[in-house]
């Protein structure tokens, strides 16, 4: 990642800063476990609770929405209160918020839940980042620290599939959320006696208008956006949306610059550095959640595999991105940092695009290689990214902009569900032709979504089932190519613009 010499610093290292290290791996690993588990899970959601196509949707985004509206709020407040005191809070909160979750009685509890859990985990992915600045000043040895925790955040994305399958196959999906609790219990246990704390020595107010125009900004932006994708742009609401989400971003920037203490200071973005590190996280997460979300429901509904048969059919995707983030710090000392990130996002892209020509019947070895080069160039694009940011940052602030690389890798997350899922979800609708005969309230249901049309196909005399099922493969497949086409030609755009704004080194 950065390419300097060891720097010269005023500050020791923590004696006890590799085991803290991995106390922040197994933090950042919750909040990507609690991501990728319930992908495999949304099918059994579909069964037992019947959402709607929108309110799947929700299930899927409510979380990444409302962590991304408040990462930066809650980045610079822990750099005030302590990053180490708000990890343990929000890690406190994100065990009760699992437990409603997992006990939901309809969709509406299920959307608040993941909502909840959104509002604690904005607490604990800043505090990750900051903390490693804090227990790493070494350049050298912080950029192999960055490589771990990354690679451990992948690594927990993997194991989300793999136990959530193992448990989904004997358990009911509210099982999946219950797997947050022993791993918080190890994380309360452990971080209070490793981790050191560490704050702003002179942090100011924390600036509560600030906090409400960076959440209404996000979340009403990328409402409309969701809402535009899925085909609602004539309704009056959406414009409105992203109008006064557009306005609230507008005047929230426009009072950090005249704040003495920021919330977030926007000028950081005047480094290309930085910028680009954001840029590119956004784009990466919008293609690889994406991908994820629609593969699962792929693997699953269309292919017929078993909840632990896909999980492992994934794999790929998240045994790359650990090998891409632990091998990061090498590649960009040897080719440098311009040059890794873009060839990252270009892979990466790639990798996606080859999705927008998979079949009902594809093999499966271009399925894997695919996830493979996917998972392995994100690694690469994400940990490099995460250095970017907190090399371009003054310590001081780390929490504020270890919030800008959190809330560019949750924002990706939720635009990745929400416009991919959302293309998805319209082209299927607007492609399935349902069989002569079926009755109209089946012929809506199937078009909700893919998981609606098998459930619908099951209470259909045989004949109309079948061809009902083979439409919906048809159609769900249908949008699935085309949304793969779309991501991979704005992780090629991104790419591009990493090229360029990494031009010139500061």
């Known amino acids: 990642?950065?390419?300097?010499?060891?720097?010269?610093?005023?500050?020791?290292?923590?004696?006890?800063?590799?085991?803290?290290?991995?106390?922040?791996?197994?933090?950042?690993?919750l909040v990507a476990i609690d991501a990728t588990v319930l992908s495999l899970a949304i099918p059994s959601i579909s069964e037992t609770l019947r959402p709607s196509g929108t309110q799947l949707l929700w299930i899927g985004d409510a979380y990444s929405f409302v962590l991304a509206g408040?990462?930066?709020?809650?980045?610079?407040?822990?750099?005030?209160?302590?990053?180490?005191?708000?990890?343990?809070?929000?890690?406190?909160?994100?065990?009760?918020?699992?437990?409603?979750?997992?006990y939901a009685p309809g969709p509406g509890w299920l959307i608040l839940a993941r909502a909840l859990l959104g509002v604690a985990g904005a607490t604990i992915m800043p505090s990750t980042l900051s903390l490693i600045r804090s227990l790493f000043p070494d350049d050298r040895e912080r950029a192999t620290a960055i490589g771990i925790w990354g690679a451990g955040a992948t690594a927990g994305a993997a194991l989300g599939p793999l136990v959530g399958g193992a448990l989904l196959e004997h358990f009911w999906w509210g099982s999946v959320f219950l797997l947050n609790l022993p791993v918080l219990a190890l994380l309360l246990v452990l971080g209070a006696w490793?981790?050191?704390?560490?704050?702003?020595?002179?942090?100011?107010?924390?600036?509560?208008?600030?906090?409400?125009?960076?959440?209404?900004?996000?979340?009403?932006?990328?409402?409309?956006?969701?809402?535009?994708?899925?085909?609602?742009?004539?309704?009056?609401?959406?414009?409105?949306?992203?109008?006064?989400?557009?306005?609230?971003?507008?005047?929230?920037?426009?009072?950090?610059?005249?704040?003495?203490?920021?919330?977030?200071?926007?000028?950081?973005?005047?480094?290309?550095?930085?910028?680009?590190?954001?840029?590119?996280?956004?784009c990466a997460l919008i293609g690889l959640s994406g991908v994820i979300f629609f593969m699962s429901q792929y693997l699953q509904l269309v292919r017929g595999y078993q909840p632990l048969t896909a999980g492992v059919a994934e794999l790929p995707a998240f045994a790359g991105a650990v090998i891409g983030g632990l091998l990061t710090a090498r590649l960009a000392r040897r080719i440098g940092t311009r040059a890794t990130l873009t060839i990252g996002l270009l892979v990466m892209g790639l990798g996606i695009g080859v999705l927008g020509w998979v079949h009902e019947d594809s093999t499966y070895l271009l399925l894997g290689t695919a996830f493979l080069a996917v998972g392995a160039a994100e690694g690469v694009v994400y940990t490099l990214a995460a250095d970017l940011v907190l090399t371009a940052a003054p310590a001081d602030k780390?929490?504020?902009?270890?919030?800008?690389?959190?809330?560019?890798?949750?924002?990706?997350?939720?635009?990745?569900?929400?416009?991919?899922?959302?293309?998805?979800?319209?082209?299927?609708?607007?492609?399935?032709?349902?069989?002569?005969?079926?009755?109209?309230?089946?012929?809506?249901?199937?078009?909700?979504?893919?998981?609606?049309?098998?459930e619908t196909a099951h209470t259909l005399p045989a004949e109309l089932g079948t061809s009902l099922l083979t439409n919906a493969n048809h159609a769900f497949v249908h949008g699935m190519n085309i949304a793969a086409l779309i991501a991979a030609a704005l992780l090629l755009a991104a790419a591009a613009a990493a090229w360029r704004l990494l031009r010139t080194k500061r």
């Open 398 to 454: 780390a929490g504020a902009a270890s919030a800008v690389s959190e809330t560019a890798y949750e924002l990706g997350t939720a635009l990745g569900i929400a416009l991919v899922g959302s293309v998805v979800t319209a082209i299927y609708a607007g492609t399935l032709t349902v069989p002569a005969g079926t009755d109209p309230a089946s012929a809506a249901a199937a078009k909700e979504s893919i998981g609606a049309a098998v």
């Open 1 to 29: 990642m950065t390419t300097t010499a060891p720097a010269t610093t005023a500050h020791t290292s923590h004696p006890r800063r590799w085991i803290g290290l991995a106390v922040l791996v197994l933090a950042v690993s």
């Open 70 to 102: 408040l990462l930066v709020s809650m980045g610079a407040l822990s750099d005030r209160i302590g990053r180490k005191k708000l990890l343990l809070i929000g890690s406190t909160a994100f065990g009760a918020a699992s437990l409603l979750a997992a």
């Open 194 to 282: 490793l981790l050191p704390e560490s704050r702003d020595p002179k942090p100011g107010r924390w600036d509560v208008l600030s906090v409400a125009l960076s959440m209404a900004g996000v979340i009403g932006v990328v409402y409309a956006i969701k809402e535009a994708a899925a085909g609602s742009l004539g309704h009056w609401y959406v414009p409105a949306a992203f109008l006064l989400g557009a306005a609230a971003l507008v005047l929230f920037v426009r009072r950090q610059l005249r704040l003495d203490t920021p919330l977030l200071d926007v000028r950081l973005f005047r480094d290309p550095r930085f910028t680009a590190a954001a840029l590119s996280s956004l």
